[in-house]
């Protein structure tokens, strides 16, 4: 009987108090925009996209070591690199956060028709170099343009310091082998 | 008692009186039902922090308009295996039930569309006449989703009839009338004299006021369950039953049946009002009384019933079929049965 009671008073209650939240979200300020009138990044007291937010992706090339931790990550695997081992004493520049490099990236391709912006590659990524923008709007009438070699969009290595580098370690390699044929 | 009605003392009682009169009910419904489905999208709207409608007009305030018009393009689609008469039967008699309950409301002091002495009754009994179109309309659309909604839409509104119908009883006995222009006149005067507030009467009735409030809510509980709001909208549960009983009903017909739903919305509004919260009365005693006053105090008050079930829309999740029928059957009728028989002891008090 005071359970009887209880549930319903219960019921009531929290009736209620559903109500109470209900009414004052209605008089809140309204989180959505009239998104192509308003941009949501123009919004008042809207620093930036919500932390939440998933966009288009950005590599720092500078940052970016070549450890290949953000193709494994990917779902979907839409995320193409290719590295070039450097020689001794030919190390590429040291990253912009000042840690040693060894390998030259010399392809990082991601194809944003297939990424599903699940954002598990900014979280495998070591330093921080792949990370979420705020930029959402890059539709495009051809698929080709959607994939983003990011080695040739900021420029970090030049075609022909991608066959140098190359080259040079071919010719190590060949080095190597011909030292392990007739050792000294 | 006389009925006062404006529109007889106007061009006096010929057929053409008689056509205005039952057509006034019918452009405030049509008013309504705009001013109703832009509230639902506006304040569901608002409730979840987004901005709803938009584009058309100024604050998408003709989006109503444009939904009816899509509507009424669509086609009319009759399933194959249907039973045709009765398919295209159901949402006319869902609507005229619910349209038949407007004969009866009374707007004002000076104009209620027909003036019987037994208008309580005759809104409890049109008020179940559009569970025949419920049940018509899932039946004959031979699908399985309609059936079972329409199954569970009879078996939630015969529950729920009975602790309405207890409510009704005892605003019965607290007014000794069954007239609702007699209902509401008793209870002029200040707010305090309402029937949700034990009614005119000398300081006994404060300690009856609990039994008269949680009546009023009985009946508002009751009334959601009637008119298959959420949380009882089990019979039309988008996530088990596609739409319930409407599942094969496109086009006009689907129109009428939302139509029906928006007016029967507003029938139990203005139930709650007449019989707890004064009718056309103003809360205030004569200020801004008479009888054109009337209809702002009646539709206004009507209105904030409407709001309260767009926002318990918004707020609370669908029940469970038995924890529905728990509610009416285990809770409702038992603490209605108790109110009743303390405001009988009341009114005998008084
Ligand atoms: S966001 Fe997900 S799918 Fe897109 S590149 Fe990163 S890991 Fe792959
Ligand atoms: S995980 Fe980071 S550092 Fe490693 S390859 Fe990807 S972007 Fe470069």
Same mark, same amino acid.
């Given at each position: ?184 | ?83 045709? %008469? ?6 006319? *008699?869902?609507?005229? &039930? /619910?349209? $038949?309950?407007?004969?009866?409301? +009374? #707007? ?101 006021? %609990? ?6 809510? *009985?009946?508002?509980? &009751? /009334?959601? $369950?009637?008119?298959?709001?959420? +949380? #009882? ?118």
């Amino acid at each position: 009987m005071k359970d009887y009671f209880k549930n319903v008073w219960l019921g009531v209650w929290t009736a209620l108090i559903g109500m109470r939240i209900t009414i004052d979200h209605l008089f809140r300020k309204n989180v959505t925009v009239q998104y192509p009138n308003v941009h949501p990044k123009d919004k008042a007291g809207w620093m930036d996209m919500p932390s939440n937010a998933r966009n288009r992706l950005y590599v720092d090339m500078d940052e970016c070591n070549g450890c290949n931790s953000c193709a494994r990550a990917c779902p979907v695997n839409c995320i193409s690199i290719e590295t070039v081992r450097s020689v001794p004493g030919d190390a590429p520049p040291p990253l912009a956060s000042g840690g040693k490099r060894n390998l030259w990236v010399s392809q990082f391709e991601i194809d944003f028709t297939k990424c599903c912006f699940c954002s598990l590659c900014t979280e495998a990524c070591p330093t921080g170099a792949i990370v979420m923008t705020t930029e959402f709007e890059y539709s495009s009438y051809n698929r080709y343009d959607l994939v983003y070699n990011f080695v040739k969009l900021q420029n970090s290595m030049s075609d022909e310091k991608i066959a140098e580098v190359k080259e040079k370690w071919a010719e190590h390699q060949k080095e190597k082998k011909k030292e392990a044929v007739e050792p000294k | 008692m006389e009925e006062a009605n404006f529109v007889f003392n106007m061009i006096g009682e010929n057929w053409i009186a008689f056509a205005i009169i039952s057509l006034l009910p019918m452009i405030f419904l049509l008013a309504y039902a705009l001013i109703a489905i832009l509230g639902e999208l506006k304040i569901s709207a608002f409730i979840q922090e987004r901005l709803g409608p938009m584009r058309t007009g100024p604050w998408g305030i003709i989006q109503p308009v444009a939904e009816v018009v899509k509507l009424l393009q669509k086609e009319d689609i009759t399933p194959d295996s249907a039973n045709k %008469p009765l398919f295209n039967l159901a949402p006319f *008699i869902m609507f005229a &039930a /619910s349209y $038949a309950g407007f004969a009866v409301i +009374p #707007f004002s002091s000076y104009f209620v569309p027909s003036g019987i002495n037994l208008g309580l009754f005759f809104l409890l009994a049109v008020g179940s006449l559009g569970i025949i179109g419920l049940l018509m309309g899932g039946w004959a659309s031979n699908n399985k989703y309609s059936l079972l909604g329409g199954l569970r839409a009879v078996a939630q509104i015969v529950s729920y009839e009975i602790p309405a119908a207890m409510v009704i009883l005892t605003i019965a006995v607290m007014a000794g009338s069954l007239d609702l222009q007699e209902i509401i006149r008793q209870q002029s005067g200040w707010f305090w004299n309402w029937f949700v507030f034990g009614g005119s009467g000398g300081w006994i009735k404060i300690i009856f006021l %609990p039994f008269s409030f949680i009546m009023c809510i *009985i009946y508002i509980i &009751a /009334s959601l $369950a009637e008119t298959n709001r959420t +949380p #009882f909208d089990i019979p039309e549960g988008e996530s088990e039953l596609v739409a319930g009983y409407h599942t094969e009903y496109s086009g006009m017909k689907f129109a009428m049946f939302f139509f029906a739903e928006y007016a029967n919305m507003f029938i139990v509004s203005a139930i709650i009002t007449i019989i707890f919260f004064g009718g056309w009365n103003s809360p205030f005693g004569d200020f801004m009384g008479g009888p054109i006053w009337g209809v702002f105090w009646f539709v206004s008050k009507a209105f904030v019933f409407v709001f309260l079930q767009i926002w318990l829309r918004w707020t609370l999740p669908r029940l469970r079929v038995d924890q529905l029928m728990y509610v009416s059957w285990k809770v409702l009728l038992p603490f209605s049965f108790v109110c009743f028989l303390a405001l009988s002891l009341l009114v005998m008090l008084k």
